[in-house]
C-alpha cells in the first residue's frame, strides 16, 4: 500500500519526467514526500514564485520535446502560476501543471484557497480535470501526458485534493509511456502538394510550432536547398532552421521587417509547416485574406483543428511536420532570383545604424555572434530590448531560442534557469530589459540553489520601453506609468551570491563579458543604454516628434 503522492511520483518516472519545478504547499504534502525517495531520478527544482516554476516549466517543454513539470498549492499558487499556463498554450508546448487542491470532503464551500480550476484554467489550457480517487491516478495521468504531447502540444492542469493525495492504494503505478506513431501524409496528398509548389513563380516555405526533431529539422533543411525556396521562420521560431544558410530569410513576428511583409504577400504559394497562423506571424491578419488567402496555402499541421482555423487552405495536410518534410520530394523550378533576392534583403535587415546610447547594443549583438558557442541556447521575456535577440542574432543549427510566443513580460530569466537545468554544460545567455527583469529576478535565488546560473544580460533604459513607444505615438509628450526607478542589479546579483557588473561604455563590454564567461556562478551585466535608442532605427525623440505632428494634424 502506498499514498497517492508516491503513486503520481512513480508513474511521472516512469513516463519520462526527470525535473520538475515548483513552490511547496500544504495541499501536496503527499507528492513532496514521495519526491524525497526520488532524488536522481526526478529531482524538484524549489523556486521562489510559482510565476517562475510555471515558466520554467514551459520552457522546458519547449526545449526538451517532453512536457514540462510543475507543481504548485492550491488558491494563490494556481493563480500565479496560470501565467505559464497561458505561455505554454500560445507556445504549443506540453506542460503538465499538478495543482493541490482541498480535501473531496470540503468542496464547493469556498473553503480556504478553494478555486474551481475547471472553470479557472478551461479557456488557457488543453485539458483541466481533477484526480477524485487515488485509484484513476495512473489512468488519468497518462491520459495527460499524451493529450500534451500530441496534436497540437499543450499544458494540461491535474487537480490533486489533499485527501485523495494521501489515501492510499495498492494500485500499480505507471510503467511505461505509451508510444504513439506520429501522422503522416498519404500520396494523394504529397502529389498534390508538389504540383501546387511545382506551378508556383513565388513559393515560400513558412515554419514554426514545437517538437520539431532532429530529422524534421534536417528534412526542412534539405527539402528547401535542393527545391532553393526562401524559408521564413514564425515568430519566435527561428532556431528551428540554421540562419546562416542561403535559403533563409527572416522572421515573420511582432516588428517584421518589410522585406518579410513584401515576400508573404507577394507569394503565390505558401508551404506553411507546423504553424497556427498566430496574430504576430500574420502582422494582425493582414498578410492573408480572412479566410480566402490570394495566396495558394498548403498547412501541414499534426492538429486537424488547426487547419482552415483561420485560413481556409487550398491544400490541408494532417501530419507531423517531420513526417511529412521527410516524405517530401524536392521540387523543381527557377526560383533562385526570387530566393536570392529575399536572402539578400534578410542580410541587408541586420545591418542596423550605430545607436545613440552609452552601450551599443548592435555592438553588443555582434560581439556576441563572434563568441558565443554554436550550441548557445538564448532566452528573452518581452519588450523592445527582444529585437536585438529576435532580428539581430543568427542562430546557427546548433543553437536554440527559448522566447514566449504569449509576449509574457519575465520568461527570459526563468526560462533560461530551466536551460541549464536541462543543459548545464551548454552557454546559456539570457536577454532581459530592466523591467521585464524585474518581474522574476527573485528566481536568481533559484539558479543558485540548483546550480544552473545563466549569463543574464539586461538592457537598461530605465523605461517600459515597448509601451512608451506606444505612447509617444498616440499620446506624445504625455508620460504617464512608462518611467521606472530601478535598483542597483549589479549589488543585487552579487547580493544572490551570483558575479555582477555595471557596463556604462560599448567598449568596456568585450572584457566584461569575458569575466562573464569566466564567471563559476554565472554573471549578471547591467547595459547602461540610452531611453533615446528606444527602437534600432528610430529614437525615442523622433518617435515622439512624429507623434505630434501626427496629432496636429501636420
Not at 510565476?51 to 499558487?77: E, S
Not at 497518462?142 to 502540444?153: F, H, I, Q
Not at 551585466?525 to 540610452?530: E, H, I, K, N, Y
Request: glycine share 10%.
Amino acid at each position: 500500500m502506498r499514498h497517492g503522492g508516491q503513486v503520481l511520483i512513480e508513474s511521472l518516472v516512469a513516463l519520462g519526467a526527470r525535473k520538475c519545478f515548483g513552490v511547496p504547499g500544504e495541499s501536496f504534502l503527499a507528492a513532496l514526500d514521495a519526491l524525497h525517495d526520488s532524488a536522481g531520478r526526478l529531482d524538484f527544482v524549489l523556486c521562489r514564485n510559482e510565476g517562475g516554476a510555471a515558466f520554467m516549466a514551459a520552457a522546458w517543454g519547449k526545449l526538451m520535446g517532453a512536457p514540462g513539470v510543475c507543481l504548485v498549492t492550491r488558491g494563490p499558487g494556481a493563480t500565479n502560476a496560470s501565467i505559464g499556463v497561458h505561455t505554454a498554450m500560445q507556445d504549443s508546448v506540453p506542460m503538465l501543471l499538478f495543482v493541490g487542491q482541498v480535501g473531496t470532503d470540503m468542496k464547493e464551500r469556498e473553503a480556504f484557497q478553494e478555486v474551481d480550476y475547471r472553470a479557472m484554467y478551461g479557456p488557457l489550457a488543453k485539458w483541466v480535470t481533477e484526480i477524485e480517487r487515488v485509484e484513476r491516478i495512473p489512468e488519468i495521468l497518462s491520459r495527460a501526458w499524451l493529450t500534451a504531447t500530441t496534436g497540437r502540444p499543450g499544458p494540461v492542469v491535474i487537480a490533486l485534493p489533499e485527501d485523495m493525495l494521501s489515501s492510499l492504494s495498492d494500485v500499480p503505478a505507471l510503467s511505461a509511456p505509451v508510444e504513439v506513431a506520429p501522422p503522416a501524409p498519404d500520396a494523394a496528398a504529397l502529389r498534390k502538394a508538389r504540383d501546387l509548389l511545382a506551378g508556383a513563380a513565388r513559393p515560400v516555405v513558412l515554419f514554426g510550432g514545437a517538437l520539431w526533431t532532429a530529422g524534421g529539422r534536417a528534412a526542412l533543411a534539405a527539402f528547401a536547398e535542393s527545391s532553393d525556396i526562401p524559408v521564413l521562420a514564425a515568430f519566435r521560431f527561428q532556431d528551428g532552421f540554421d540562419n546562416t544558410h542561403a535559403c533563409y530569410a527572416g522572421e515573420a513576428g511582432v516588428g517584421m521587417p518589410p522585406h518579410v511583409k513584401r515576400l508573404l504577400r507577394e507569394a503565390d504559394v505558401v508551404l506553411a509547416v507546423n504553424v497556427r497562423f498566430g496574430e504576430m506571424t500574420t502582422d494582425a491578419y493582414t498578410l492573408f485574406d480572412v479566410p480566402d488567402p490570394v495566396q495558394r496555402i498548403i498547412h501541414v499541421h499534426p492538429d486537424a483543428a488547426e487547419i482552415g482555423k483561420i485560413y481556409r487552405p487550398a491544400l490541408g495536410i494532417v501530419s507531423a511536420p517531420g513526417a511529412f518534410l521527410q516524405a517530401l520530394a524536392a521540387v523543381s523550378g527557377d526560383w533562385s532570383a526570387w530566393r536570392a533576392t529575399a536572402r539578400a534583403e534578410y542580410e541587408a535587415s541586420r545591418d542596423v545604424p550605430p545607436q545613440p546610447s552609452p552601450v551599443d547594443m548592435g555592438d553588443v549583438t555582434r560581439h556576441l555572434q563572434d563568441v558565443l558557442p554554436e550550441d548557445v541556447i538564448v532566452t528573452n521575456g518581452a519588450g523592445n530590448f527582444a529585437f536585438w535577440p529576435n532580428k539581430m542574432f543568427a542562430y546557427g543549427p546548433g543553437a536554440r531560442l527559448l522566447a514566449p510566443q504569449s509576449g509574457a513580460m519575465g520568461y527570459g530569466l526563468p526560462a533560461a534557469i530551466a536551460a541549464k537545468v536541462a543543459y548545464p554544460d551548454r552557454r546559456v545567455i539570457c536577454f532581459a530589459g530592466d523591467g521585464d527583469f524585474q518581474m522574476n529576478c527573485q528566481e536568481l535565488a533559484t539558479a543558485v540553489q540548483a546550480g544552473a546560473v545563466p549569463i543574464v544580460l539586461i538592457v537598461n533604459n530605465g523605461i517600459y520601453g515597448t509601451i512608451r513607444a506606444h505612447q509617444e505615438r498616440h499620446y506624445p509628450a504625455r508620460v504617464s506609468g512608462t518611467q521606472m526607478t530601478n535598483p542597483d542589479f549589479a549589488a543585487l546579483a552579487r547580493a544572490y551570491g551570483i558575479h555582477g557588473e555595471r557596463v556604462e561604455r560599448t567598449d568596456a563590454f568585450e572584457a566584461a563579458f569575458a569575466r562573464a564567461l569566466a564567471s563559476p556562478t554565472g554573471a549578471v551585466l547591467d547595459l547602461a543604454v540610452s531611453d533615446e535608442a528606444l527602437t534600432p532605427r528610430q529614437t525615442l525623440s523622433a518617435i515622439r516628434a512624429a507623434g505630434l505632428k501626427a496629432r496636429d494634424g501636420q
